[in-house]
Structure formats: C-alpha cells, structure tokens
C-alpha cells in the first residue's frame, strides 16, 4: 500500500481542495478510474482488517472512510477474507496446537488424579501461562480449545479464589499476532452476561480476563468473533 | 435497480419531494443508455459512483444522497432538460446534494435523531457474512477465498492460470463477487431484526 498514491491520498482526505475536485471531477467522468479507487479503498480496508497500518493511518481510515454503515459493512468483509487467510496458513497450525493441549490436558489429568480417586471423566485444564502486565487478573491464565469434547465431557475450570478478574488464554488458530476480535460470554441457554471488543490477538492465541463476579457455576459459551465463530464452551464449578 | 433500501427522507431541506415515478425513470435510463439493457447498468455505475462521491465526503448516508440525486436528474430530464454529459450532470447536481445533506445529516446529529437502528454486533455482521459466502456459487465462493488467501502475487498468477484466463480478468472477477458479498451483507444487516443483545440461546446437545 503506497501511502503517497493520489488515490489513496484522495480517499483519506489529504488533497488540496483543487486536487481533490479533479480526483471528484474524473471519478464521475471515467469508469476504469471509479474502479481504481474503489480498489484502492478496498487495499486500504484490507490492510486495516490485518492490522498492517500505522496508528496514523488506522486513525485517518477510521475518520475518512470508516463514516457509514456501508462502510463499516465493506470492512467486515475485509476483515472476514482477511480471517480466511490466516486461516488457510493457521489450518495446519490447528492439529499441532489441538495435540499440545490434548497432551497438557492428559498430563494435568494424570498429575492430578493420580493423587486421588478418579471422581468423573472431565478433564480440568488449569495451565500455568503468563498473565498479560496490565490485565486485573493475576492468577494463572486458565486455558481454553475451541469447540467442544464431542460425546465427552466439557471442559471444567476452577476459578481464581480472591480474584476479581480470571483470565482466560484461548488457542484461536490462524490469529495472527495483533489481529483484532471481539468476545462473548454466555450462559448455556442464556442471555449474553459479558463482552469485550478490539483484543488483540497473539499468534494463534487470545487472552482475556472476565470479572468473576459474572461467572457463577454452571456451563459457559465463550464467542470469539472470528468466521465463522469460533466457541469455546467450559463449566465452572 | 439497485436503489438504497434506507427509508427516504420524505422532505430534504423542507421541500415537499418529487416522486419518481416509472415513466420518470424509464426517461433516465433512456438518458443513461439508448440501449434498454446497458441503461440498467449505467445506472447501477452511476448509482454506486454517486455513493462513493456521498462516502468520499464523509457523508453517514451515502446511498441516501446518490437516491436522491438520480431523483432529481430524472425529475430534470421529465421536465424536458437537455443534458449532454449525464455524468458531468450527475456530479452538478451531487455537489448541490452535498451541501443539503450536510445540513439534514447535521440536523439530525442536533437534535439527536437517529437512523432506524440495524443491530451491529460482530456477532450479527459475521452470521451474515457467513450466510452471504454460503449464497455464493461453490465457483465463486472457491474463486474469492483463493484470491484473497494468496500471499504472493505469483500465488495468484498460478490461480489465473488454472482458471485460463488472465490476472487481470482474475482481479476483475474477485473484485465483482467481493462486491456482490458486500451488497449482501448490508441487505442482510438491513433485515436482521434481531435486537443487539440478542444471543441464540443453545443447549447441551450442541456438544
């Protein structure tokens, strides 16, 4: 993306006025240049949705093209394809993540019911990860996989005592590092009780912390707003 | 063809507004095109012309005011104007569009009005998203993926040539179909009548 292309100049506004009615003058007057800036805005949104720009830049498309819901709905798009790509690299990423968990999932299963009977099959995975400088939550980040254990057992958590924020490292394969998404919690059968938005991503992981006063025992559907949707489903005890 | 679906001021600048009628508008794409069928499209070229003109200039409703304005050239060209350069004419009459909707939009901003509320949660925008890809014809769907999953410009020489034609044409084709993924996904906002709180409620069978 060339930041000094006149197009792209013309589309965040920073033309002289007498430039800027040209730019306006041949838009109307000359299809093939319409069909270039429409490109150039769609270059733009792109490299937005990826998280590519500067500050400086993501601001001014933020003011000069991100300014109606037409707008809002080109960049979901944008944001979407951009999540195809990642996806399409992060596929293989999946099966290496999907083992690491199933075996620290094993092992913690292993380390703690082997000190004690077996009371059920639910596996708890509680691994010890860095807690984000920043974040409320100063216990060990509690680890999510997507979806579900299929015919098996959900995924149980034990929430940080005297903690107001638990925090939460989910393995979201394809993310890459600086990608932004937005995150739902709900109830099973029930209304949405939490979100946040814009949380950057890691690679292939995302980190957020819920306040625990939200989270009462019982089964959980996290929504990480990546496409299609990515769930992560828990219980808390 | 291819007109906003945003309920229409029924005034602009306090006017009482002029209906377009079916005459009306059959007289502009006659201006447009003397060809029936290509003044269909030169319509919809104007029309998403003028959006970007509205968009370009900051405007909140951009389809609104290229509606608007298409309206008042055909309300022109019913009363007997000549017009040599429909496009030159087109940009006159925007830039008169312009100032009004500057006025209205402001307006609407004082007094605190608000546009009929489309639920606009990542959650709604990305169950569109997902629907509209599944519209798309498996070839489209194939062809839209692979073009914006390329990461190398030589990935996508590689999709053109399979599809034997060439990079241009390749680039033309996911421009069209990612165009067609954006329209869909503004008419589907537009019909979601969902509220924004709303979450689908699931159950454990889901597991």
């Known amino acids: 993306l060339n930041s000094y292309d006149p197009a792209v100049r013309y589309l965040l506004n920073s033309l002289s006025a007498g430039e800027r009615e040209r730019m306006q003058a041949r838009l109307f007057a000359d299809d093939a240049f319409a069909e270039l800036l429409e490109e150039a805005e769609r270059e733009l949104l792109d490299a937005y949705a990826r998280g590519e720009l500067s500050p400086d830049l993501r601001q001014q498309v933020e003011t000069e093209i991100l300014t109606s819901e037409r707008q809002r709905d080109k960049l979901a798009v944008a944001r979407a394809l951009a999540a195809r790509r990642k996806q399409a690299f992060g596929r293989h990423l999946l099966l290496i993540a999907a083992a690491a968990v199933i075996i620290a999932g094993v092992a913690s299963y292993w380390t703690i019911h082997s000190y004690a009977p077996a009371r059920s099959e639910q596996v708890r995975v509680e691994v010890q990860a860095t807690v984000k400088q920043g974040e ?102 | 063809v291819g007109k906003s679906n945003e309920p229409p001021k029924k005034t602009v600048a306090g006017r009482q507004r002029w209906t377009l009628d079916a005459g009306a508008f059959q007289a502009l794409l006659q201006r447009l095109s003397a060809d029936g069928q290509r003044g269909g499209e030169r319509f919809r070229i104007l029309h998403t012309k003028l959006a970007a003109y509205f968009t370009h200039e900051r405007c909140a409703y951009p389809e609104r005011w290229a509606d608007e304005t298409l309206d008042r050239m055909a309300k022109r060209i019913s009363e007997g104007q000549q017009i040599e350069d429909p496009n030159a004419f087109a940009y006159g009459v925007a830039r008169m569009v312009l100032q009004e909707a500057r006025k209205a939009e402001q307006r609407d901003r004082d007094v605190g009005a608000r546009a009929p509320v489309r639920p606009r949660t990542p959650e709604a925008v990305m169950q569109c998203l997902d629907r509209c890809l599944e519209a798309l014809s498996d070839q489209d769907r194939n062809l839209i993926r692979r073009y914006y999953a390329a990461a190398r410009p030589s990935d996508r020489q590689g999709q053109a040539d399979e599809l034997g034609i060439g990079i241009e044409a390749l680039r033309t084709r996911a421009l069209r179909i990612r165009k067609r993924l954006e329209d869909c996904v503004t008419r589907c906002r537009e019909a979601q009548n969902v509220t924004a709180e709303r979450i689908s409620p699931f159950s454990i069978e889901e597991f």
Request: hydrophobic content about 50%; glycine content about 8%.
């Open chain 1, 136 to 237: 409320a939550a100063r216990a060990p980040a509690i680890l999510l996989v997507p979806g579900a254990l299929r015919g098996g057992n959900i995924q149980e958590v034990r929430l940080p005592a005297d903690e107001t924020y638990a925090a939460f490292d989910l393995v979201l394969p394809g993310a890459a590092a600086g990608e932004f998404f937005d995150a739902f919690l709900a109830p099973a059968g029930g209304p949405r009780v939490w979100s946040t938005s814009h949380v950057a991503a890691a690679h292939d992981a995302l980190s957020i912390t819920i306040p625990i006063a939200v989270l009462r025992p019982g089964v959980y559907r996290l929504t990480v707003s990546t496409i299609p949707l990515t769930f992560y489903y828990f219980r808390v005890r």
